[in-house]
């Protein structure tokens, strides 16, 4: 377990310790879910696999939180078939709330053959990209990025997205038990990217004051990492690529209560740098790893699932990976961020 020691000016005997009190509130972070139209599909087992966990052991809970790449390719028989295996359990759990991934909505989809991609490295899947980016430029005009056509795709993709999961547009927010939770996302079809506009961070500025109390935990969700912070978002490894790095950086630069949680990178939970930590100048950052398959550090394919459990106390947040296969905690993923600092200060 990784334990955090309370800040000094927090008095050690003014804690419970998460083990010894019940939570203010629960909630579960999953995220690449990657569902496919292949009911036997692993990825579709494990999304199921991940419902059953929830619903067994994850009430109560203010809600499911998903940071993107919901299905693998964002058709529509996926959606379905995301949805056929969502109803069977959803009366037994808690509402869910999502982020968009670049599979969702990014312009790098297979309409009339969907390809496998599970199994390719992260160089692999570079190159692919951009031999796809390559042709769509010698297709279209590279002058005007955003054309008709451009605009048509991003409306067609945010639409079904939206549709699917009962999201409106690329931001929102909601007040859950009394703690703010916000989601962002890329307002361009881009293949592996997230583009945040002007408006898009101002609005998040703006919501993350609303908060006030800096002594309250915000949790926000973001598919794509920033780069450099948590697993697979070293500048090696390549899964970062929020193109608005350094404004989203400033912004949170003024709110350190704030826990953030990407996805995209598939990394495995308790891998080297899972939690960035702000050390009281800038967001607490958890890779939340991956339901459909994992990722190593020795850039390879690992079969697995896995995701959060985080509960709520009065002067921390503890979080825990949960081994989705076999229904167990993940003892190198168990992490405990402590307010009213927010600083998380390891031993």
Not at 25 to 43: E, K
Not at 144 to 161: H, M, P, S, V, Y
């Amino acid at each position: 377990m990784n334990e955090y020691k309370w800040t000094p000016a927090t008095q050690p005997e003014q804690i419970e310790h998460p083990n010894r009190k019940r939570p203010l509130a629960s909630f579960q972070v999953i995220t690449d879910t990657h569902v496919t139209a292949d009911p036997q599909h692993i990825h579709n087992l494990h999304w199921e696999k991940a419902l059953a966990d929830i619903a067994s052991y994850g009430q109560p809970s203010l809600g499911v939180m998903h940071v993107g790449d919901v299905t693998d390719h964002g058709l529509e028989a996926e959606y379905q078939e995301m949805h056929r295996i969502w109803k069977k359990y959803r009366d037994q759990l808690p509402p869910f709330f999502f982020t968009m991934g670049n599979h969702d909505v990014g312009d790098f989809i297979w309409e009339e053959a969907p390809q496998e991609l599970t199994g390719l490295t992260g160089q692999q899947l570079l190159e692919l990209w951009e031999q796809y980016q390559s042709q769509m430029t010698a297709e279209s005009d590279p002058a005007n990025k955003d054309n008709a056509a451009t605009q048509e795709l991003w409306q067609r993709r945010i639409g079904n997205f939206n549709e699917a999961t009962g999201t409106s547009g690329s931001y929102h927010d909601h007040w859950l038990g009394g703690y703010h939770f916000i989601f962002i996302g890329t307002e361009q079809s881009l293949s592996k990217d997230c583009h945040l506009s002007t408006v898009q961070l101002e609005w998040l500025d703006s919501t993350l004051a609303t908060s006030g109390d800096r002594t309250r935990p915000i949790f926000l969700f973001l598919h794509q990492p920033l780069m450099n912070t948590v697993s697979g978002s070293l500048e090696e490894q390549g899964w970062y690529g929020v193109h608005q790095d350094e404004a989203l950086r400033h912004i949170l630069s003024g709110y350190p209560q704030v826990i953030l949680f990407t996805g995209h990178t598939h990394w495995q939970l308790g891998s080297p740098h899972t939690m960035y930590d702000g050390q009281g100048q800038m967001a607490t950052m958890f890779n939340a790893s991956s339901v459909s398959y994992l990722w190593t550090d020795e850039d390879e394919y690992l079969e697995g699932s896995e995701c959060y459990y985080v509960d709520i106390y009065e002067h921390g947040v503890h979080i825990r990976g949960r081994n989705l296969i076999n229904g167990t905690w993940i003892e190198q993923a168990d992490y405990t961020v402590t307010y009213p600092s927010g600083v998380a200060v390891t031993e």
